[in-house]
């Protein structure tokens, strides 16, 4: 049986109607799949990484921090995640969520067709290497 990372969850309930949530990088679902098989392997469950924002001031910080190396953010709003049957799972520190699902190709589709826009963005810097 194999050995999997404890992803700490914070025991947050369920984040507000009003919670943006950013996904660095193009919605692309051959890329989502790597992600979601990727942090099964680590983890033990299928999950594509995301942040939560409530607030411009904290949508510029993600953008200019843990988003810096990612050219295009992907914005949802967190109602339409969970309403595709979708989990939006308090993994890590906040605000860090993973968007999870026990199957990873309903995970992969119902997170693709979920609403949402992108945005450039104005903070970015290509990785050392890119």
Same mark, same amino acid.
């Given at each position: 049986?194999? $050995?999997?990372?404890?992803? &700490?969850?914070?025991? #947050?309930?369920? @984040?507000r109607n009003n919670l943006l949530v950013l996904r660095?990088?193009? &919605?692309?679902? #051959?890329?989502?799949?790597?992600?979601?098989?990727?942090?099964?392997?680590? *983890?033990?469950? *299928?999950?594509?990484?995301?942040?939560?924002? *409530?607030?411009?001031?904290? %949508?510029?910080?993600? !953008?200019?921090?843990?988003?810096?190396? $990612?050219?295009?953010? !992907?914005? %949802?709003?967190?109602?339409? &995640?969970?309403?595709?049957d979708l989990e939006l799972l308090d993994t890590g520190?906040? @605000?860090?969520?993973?968007?999870?699902?026990?199957? @990873?190709? %309903?995970?992969?589709?119902?997170?693709?067709?979920c609403p949402h826009y992108l945005v450039r963005n104005? *903070?970015? #810097?290509?990785? #050392?290497?890119?």
């Open positions: 049986m194999p $050995s999997f990372k404890t992803r &700490i969850r914070r025991g #947050e309930s369920l @984040p660095g990088d193009l &919605i692309i679902p #051959e890329r989502l799949l790597v992600t979601a098989e990727r942090n099964f392997a680590i *983890y033990g469950f *299928y999950g594509i990484s995301v942040f939560g924002s *409530y607030t411009p001031t904290e %949508f510029q910080k993600l !953008a200019e921090t843990k988003l810096v190396h $990612s050219e295009w953010l !992907a914005v %949802f709003g967190a109602r339409s &995640i969970l309403r595709a520190l906040a @605000p860090h969520y993973d968007v999870s699902h026990t199957d @990873p190709n %309903f995970l992969i589709e119902k997170f693709v067709q104005p *903070y970015f #810097e290509p990785a #050392e290497g890119d």
